[in-house]
DNA sequence: CCTGCTATGTATAAAAG
DNA sequence: TCTTTTATACATAGCAG
């Protein structure tokens, strides 16, 4: 049941090695017969194991011919120009998986944002002892939220144009800016407070949000978090 | 979003072809290099496209032109031994998409007689026009959910003996046979009549079930039919 | 054309038999 | 050990930008 995501490393276990080479050996196979038919170029692939006297070879040993001597005709130094290698290879994957791990750094603060927010929404006081980093980072993304949803409004307003005196409803809201101390014996109004300065520092949120559903450049200097209001996305 | 399942064939489309042949390029690399260091053997793959003026290697072409030299080294008869060629390759898929569908058939069978026995159970008068195909097959079907339910609770009886005064109660059932005729203006019986010398011939179904839960011989001639109680399978 | 996303199909590790 | 089954991870077709 798969349970391991594979390590990537020689397989230590006998039996379980074997095994493993059985069904890869099988499956890349028919992965390169796949890739032949559907595109319709020359491909080889050969295995040598230890289980087999001769090496696996696809497609016919004909074939396989056919592909080698177009590729020994080539001189040593034309063959490796344009070719994958393993460092390079190897390279490109470790890249691949840095990126994802950034991918997924950025979704899990998104994830706990999302769910800090709602904590607050839902308490019957307000919450002390967010820190700065969360609020400002929690304000942000409210302000996406706020965006989207008057850009949506904006939408169907336009779409209901035809129909006089409809008067789509402005969402406004008020971030104001209020950040506690640190041994929450600060101020306890039921306001969030946000220090601009604070924020402006903290890009690297920022950046993380411009990835999701936000389509603007980060508020850096978004003079729209001193008054607490957005203005109107109409008549832009 | 891959809502067809890939036909297998040539793909005429220009640009499609290129972005398939593009992945599946890669997919294929990864899938050798893993193989290679999973198993810690020799494998090399190589790919002519007219995307690339070079073709694609993998590994590093030093590594491929060991693996080709031990491949040039066998003498031609030799290397068409033990090889995978396109045709036995074809040959191999072809019978595995045989089998599968076999196994479907059999899959459809099984549970069509499950439903049509469960209407049968849950009707309040009996119901007529079953074809004899289905009762037959239905009431093997039955046999073999009885017969695993005495397994069980053997199992069960075993594993309580140590407690005295206990008393395994024991399934057993009255599958009698009579097959209404064609009409349905025959006998309205609330039992199920089975005809023996039918069941006898319709050994059809009797092998689609050896695959399932079954681990015993199809009943023919098993005069438990004619009775309809089965000996207890205790002190066996 | 390329890049990235997501739903879906495929490959396969591990568990059962 | 091999085969079959099951659950999970991976590969990738089609689409959108």
Redesign the pocket.
Known sequence: ??????KLAFIIN???R???FK??K???M??VSELSTLCGIDACAIIYSPYDPQPEVWPAPLGVQKVLSKFRRMPELEQSKKMVNQESFLRQRIQKAKEHLTKQRKDNREKEMTQLMFQYLSADKVMHNINMVDLNDMAWMIDQYLKDINRRVEVLTKNAQGQPQMVAPQVVTNVVAKVEDNNGQGSHGHVLDMNLDVMQKQNWFMNLMN?GGGDEAPPMGDVNHQNGFWPSPFFH
Chains 1, 2 share one sequence.
């Open positions: 049941m798969t349970r391991k995501k594979v006998d039996s379980a074997k095994a493993t069904k890869r099988k499956g890349l028919k992965k990835n």
